[in-house]
């Protein structure tokens, strides 16, 4: 092959991935997304045996368009948001797919065995889904497991695996679609598959989980345990109104559109993220704030109402109490304090829970590990006045409520997409979601209806109903199956109203979580010691 139809090959296999990806793609599509690249590979590699024309770092080239392609044609709605952080996003992430490449590439070729070589792909791709999922860098939106979020009938069996279990069906059948059409044997020592038997493996592989997750999705019923819930979607422009209106302007809008659905004996009122942006509002000091008076009258209206609503809030440290890496410090003023993005929870008593969202957004709400390069905080957006990143919460608490036996995983905008992270609310005692956003940064693009798409995974995952408020998104209720009730249109003020079941039983995802990905990350070190230890005898042998 000449290097155009490489290249050319590699662009396809990044078209193939986007056309697979929701919320409209055909998800499908993702079971060959891989295969132009591993002929790719397989060319490479003939050719460097033969010693033509080729070197180690042949393969990252040749990878990185089908990656560059599609990280944009997925992602591309970044850009709206931030120009410099989607120009970074589309490059970086590009380029950690493009190295894991280049690891199978290398354990393939040191490999003591071809099954063991191609399996390399598998434990190297999900071990990179993890870590990307788990540092300061995080962007996993593109995790393969994410691909059939718009098919919940297809994948009820997440409930076993998670979205890592999606990743590991995707690669396994890439793999044996590559073997099917070079119509060559996949054999090991002692182990012959032939053409038919891999087609006939790769039939069951696919099909298999899909008739499960079928049966599962016809027979799941949920337990009777209703909360009445109103979802409000006050729609406030979060690039000019929401910080221009005044605090009673915005909460009058919220609670207008929450008294067209809303009756005496509704359970929660929920409000989308970053409702509230009254400035400064300490959290010492928020029961003397507008924002507090204005929602604790309200509340009284209602028998035994909690109203779930996103704020823009401050810690002030005491003198003498340790700093978090986070904290900041005043103009004017010998005192630190921290910035949060926060939920907070307010019943007819007064009384205020705060969650503050933990999972940041890389770039926007947090510089990566500035906790040990300080120096770069001074690129974080403006917030408060000040810059740097927000602060989090150490531990996964959920929003308790006895008098209802209910307890709420409070989950924010990017939170959303994280299985484990979920996880943790759910065994400590979450019954319910409520996912709090605000979508309307991205335009009307695929972003905010991929981002509704992955609460579906959450629902699967732990078998939890969610309600979800989005500001300038999309709202809804997602049931424990998966399926989306009511959702908003988009740039729309609206309330909707629905009850939804609670749920105190643990799945086994829930229990285990991440369980597949920590094998993959067992086995890649494996792996990476082999085949490092192979590269280094060779080159003595050599030498």
Request: positive net charge; glycine residues 6%; charged residues 20%.
């Given at each position: 092959?000449?290097?155009?139809?490489?290249?050319?090959?590699?662009?396809?296999?990044?078209?193939?991935?986007s056309a697979g990806w929701p919320a409209?793609?055909?998800?499908?599509f993702l079971f060959v997304g891989f295969v132009p690249l591993l002929f790719?590979?397989?060319?490479?590699?003939?050719?460097?045996?033969?010693?033509?024309?080729?070197?180690?770092f042949s393969i990252f080239f040749y990878s990185y368009p089908a990656f560059f392609t599609w990280n944009v044609l997925t992602t591309w709605w970044i850009y709206n948001s931030t120009a410099t952080g989607a120009i970074?996003?589309?490059?970086?992430?590009?380029?950690?797919?493009?190295?894991?490449?280049?690891?199978?590439?290398?354990?393939?070729r040191l490999s003591f065995s071809p099954v063991a070589g191609y399996l390399s792909l598998i434990v190297y791709w999900i071990t990179f889904e993890y870590i990307h999922q788990a540092w300061e860098l995080s962007w996993p939106w593109l995790n393969l497991g994410n691909g059939f979020a718009s098919q919940i009938q297809l994948i009820q069996w997440y409930e076993y695996t998670g979205i890592f279990g999606g990743s590991l069906w995707i690669l396994l059948a890439n793999i044996m679609v590559f073997f099917i059409l070079k119509k060559t044997s996949f054999f090991t020592k002692g182990i012959n598959i032939s053409f038919w038997a891999l087609l006939t493996f790769l039939v069951l592989w696919v099909i298999v989980p899909i008739l499960i997750s079928k049966n599962i999705y016809q027979d799941y019923q949920e337990t009777k345990d209703p909360v009445d819930i109103v979802v409000v979607q006050p729609n406030l422009d979060p690039y000019g109104e929401?910080?221009?209106?005044?605090?009673?302007?915005?909460?009058?809008?919220?609670?207008?559109?929450?008294?067209?659905?809303?009756?005496?004996?509704?359970?929660?009122?929920?409000?989308?993220?970053?409702?509230?942006?009254?400035?400064?509002?300490?959290?010492?000091?928020?029961?003397?704030s507008t924002s507090y008076n204005l929602l604790h009258d309200y509340i009284q209206k209602f028998n035994n109402l909690y109203v779930v609503i996103g704020a823009s809030t401050y810690k002030i440290f005491q003198e003498g109490e340790p700093l978090t890496h986070t904290a900041r410090k005043f103009h004017d003023a010998e005192k630190y304090y921290d910035a949060y993005n926060t939920a907070l929870m307010i019943d007819s008593a007064g009384k205020v829970n705060f969650y503050h969202k933990s999972r940041l957004t890389p770039g926007v709400e947090i510089m990566p590990y500035s906790?040990?390069?300080?120096?770069?905080?001074?690129?974080?957006?403006?917030?408060?006045?000040?810059?740097?990143?927000?602060?989090?919460?150490?531990?996964?608490?959920?929003?308790?409520?006895?008098?209802?036996?209910?307890?709420?995983?409070?989950?924010?905008?990017?939170e959303s997409i994280y299985g484990e992270y979920c996880t943790q609310f759910i065994r400590n005692g979450a019954n319910l979601i409520f996912i709090i956003t605000n979508d309307g940064w991205w335009g009307n693009t695929p972003g905010h209806r991929q981002h509704l798409t992955f609460s579906s995974l959450r629902a699967i995952e732990a078998r939890r109903s969610i309600a979800r408020s989005a500001n300038t998104g999309i709202s809804a209720f997602i049931d424990q199956r998966g399926v989306i009730h009511q959702a908003t249109e988009y740039w729309v003020q609206d309330a909707i109203r629905q009850s939804i079941?609670?749920?105190?039983?643990?799945?086994?995802?829930?229990?285990?979580?991440?369980?597949?990905?920590?094998?993959?990350?067992?086995?890649?070190?494996?792996?990476?010691?082999?085949?490092?230890?192979?590269a280094i005898i060779k080159r003595k042998k050599l030498s």
């Open positions: 092959m000449k290097r155009i139809h490489l290249i050319l090959l590699s662009v396809l296999s990044g078209l193939i991935m409209r793609g055909f998800p499908l790719i590979e397989d060319h490479i590699s003939k050719q460097r045996t033969q010693q033509k024309q080729f070197n180690r970074v996003a589309f490059i970086c992430n590009s380029l950690f797919m493009a190295v894991v490449f280049s690891l199978f590439h290398a354990t393939k929401q910080y221009w209106l005044s605090t009673g302007e915005v909460m009058g809008r919220v609670f207008s559109l929450a008294d067209k659905n809303a009756e005496k004996s509704t359970d929660f009122i929920i409000c989308p993220e970053s409702t509230i942006q009254e400035r400064p509002l300490y959290e010492s000091e928020l029961v003397n906790k040990y390069l300080g120096f770069i905080e001074n690129v974080a957006i403006d917030l408060g006045g000040t810059v740097g990143s927000l602060g989090t919460d150490k531990n996964r608490t959920p929003f308790n409520i006895p008098s209802k036996s209910i307890k709420v995983a409070p989950l924010i905008c990017y079941n609670a749920n105190d039983t643990l799945t086994f995802y829930v229990k285990n979580g991440d369980y597949i990905a920590r094998i993959a990350s067992f086995l890649s070190a494996l792996l990476l010691l082999i085949t490092f230890s192979t």
